[in-house]
Every structure is written in C-alpha cells, then in structure tokens.
C-alpha cells in the first residue's frame, strides 16, 4: 500500500501537513459543535475526538512513506543486499 500510495506521488510531506492540519480541524470542530449546536459539551468532545484521531493515522502513514523515500535514495549495492535477504533460501543457495 505504501509503495502505491508513494507511486501515485503522494509524498511524507504531504501527509505530515495533512496530520497537522487534521489537529487544527480538531480544535476548529470542537469549537464549532460547542458553539453553534445546542447537544453540549459531550457531542463537541465526540467531534473534536473524532477528527482528532486521523492525526495519528496520518503521522504514521508519513512517516511509512518516508522511509520508502529514503529506500529509493539508498545505493545500488544496499537494495542489492536487500533483495537478496528477502530471496528465498532454496534461491540463494
């Protein structure tokens, strides 16, 4: 999945401000809920949770995509010795 999500030129960056973003649009739903609907402070705590748990998703997503990106950046002879570690033994031998 992330070599997909990486092929399809999503980037760690991208994510990272997308996490960030999704903090902001915590605080900004919570606020909304709180303020402009009458369900109390319950329903813009569930709100604020909600949105507020994509962040970590996103984190984690970014940060899985950066070590694709660096995967790519590494020399010839280390995704050499990768491969053959992933290789069967019955190939390598």
Do not use: C, N
């Amino acid at each position: 999945m992330i070599r997909t999500l990486h092929k399809m030129g999503i980037r760690s960056s991208m994510l990272y401000t997308a996490g960030l973003a999704s903090v902001g649009l915590s605080i900004a739903t919570w606020t909304a809920s709180l303020k402009y609907e009458r369900a109390g402070i319950d329903r813009a705590d569930r709100w604020g949770i909600f949105v507020g748990q994509w962040a970590p998703t996103l984190f984690a997503l970014g940060t899985a995509l950066r070590i694709e990106e660096t995967r790519e950046e590494l020399p010839e002879e280390f995704q050499r010795m990768e491969r053959e570690m992933r290789a069967p033994a019955a190939a390598r031998a």
